[in-house]
């Protein structure tokens, strides 16, 4: 099981990015991908999560509004639209996919990609 997450780099406040997670993970075993990110000094938090069968989303309190996750199932890639950025979310984003869940809890994640560094200037 291999998940790559792209789309990472600089941008200032107020901008958009949009990340990618591609992981060759037997499909029809996989419950939930999200979306985890750790800043420095601080510890690893959810940012939003969806149902891999359906579209049932769930999101941090933080990029509600602003972010919004989607999935492409024939592509098994998982995407967050990130918009109107601000500095504080900066940090190294996380993609993951749960056999179990698409909760807000990291230890419901089984299989974790390397992370893509989000930087926001303000």
């Known amino acids: 099981v291999q998940l790559q997450a792209s789309g990472g780099g600089l941008v200032q406040a107020g901008g958009s990015l949009v990340l990618s997670c591609a992981g060759s993970?037997?499909?029809?075993?996989?419950?939930?991908m999200g979306w985890f990110r750790q800043a420095p000094g601080k510890e690893r938090e959810f940012v939003a999560a969806?149902?891999?069968?359906?579209?049932?989303?769930n999101y941090a309190d933080s990029v509600r509004d602003r972010f919004t996750i989607s999935k492409d199932n024939a592509r098994s890639t998982v995407y967050l639209q990130m918009n109107s950025l601000k500095p504080e979310d900066t940090a190294v984003y996380y993609c993951?996919?749960?056999?179990?869940?698409?909760?807000?809890?990291?230890?419901?994640?089984?299989?974790w990609g390397q992370g893509t560094q989000v930087t926001v200037s303000s």
């Open positions: 993951a996919a749960s056999l179990s869940s698409y909760g807000t809890n990291e230890r419901d994640y089984n299989y």
């Open positions: 993970i037997l499909t029809d075993s996989r419950y939930g």
């Open positions: 969806i149902r891999w069968i359906g579209y049932a989303t």
